[in-house]
């Protein structure tokens, strides 16, 4: 399948204002490593290879192990992610998959772990690599 409408060709101030997104996310407090958890986390469930194969890059050069990105997918069965980074995985699933809601225990959980800012920090980032894959996915741009 060839890639489909070019967005940042054809509406330029709405790609522009989607990067100026991207750009807020990378001045806030967020750790790299919490940054790219939630972007590769949010792309698998998505199934965006683009994003996937461009975070899961940007992690290594964070310092994100090899199996910390090969276990993100199971990550719940894996003992190789703190309390924290477990709680934003489980808070990018369910934003990720918004249809079935946030629930109250996974969104009070980060919310224990989280001061409200870095909590909104997170939110947005999930928020801002969803729109992304969309892009990426609807577009159908390809990975490298």
């Known amino acids: 399948m060839k890639t489909r409408i070019t967005l940042p060709t054809v509406a330029p101030e709405a790609y522009q204002a989607l990067m100026n997104l991207e750009k807020y996310i990378s001045t806030t407090s967020l750790t ?29 050069k964070h310092g994100i192990s090899e199996q910390r990105i ?24 369910q934003v990720t998959l918004i249809s079935n809601h946030v629930s109250d225990e996974v969104y009070q959980n980060a919310a224990n772990l989280f001061d409200e800012k870095y909590l909104a920090e997170i939110l947005l980032a999930i928020i801002t690599i969803n729109a992304w894959n969309r892009m990426a996915i609807t577009t159908v741009m390809r990975a490298v």
């Open 32 to 60: 790299p490593i919490h940054k790219e958890l939630i972007k590769i986390r949010a792309s698998q469930i998505n199934g965006c290879a683009f994003c996937i194969n461009m975070h899961t890059a940007d992690a290594r």
């Open 70 to 93: 090969y276990l993100l997918s199971a990550w719940r069965e894996a003992d190789v992610y703190s309390e924290e980074e477990k709680a934003i995985l489980a808070l990018t699933e």
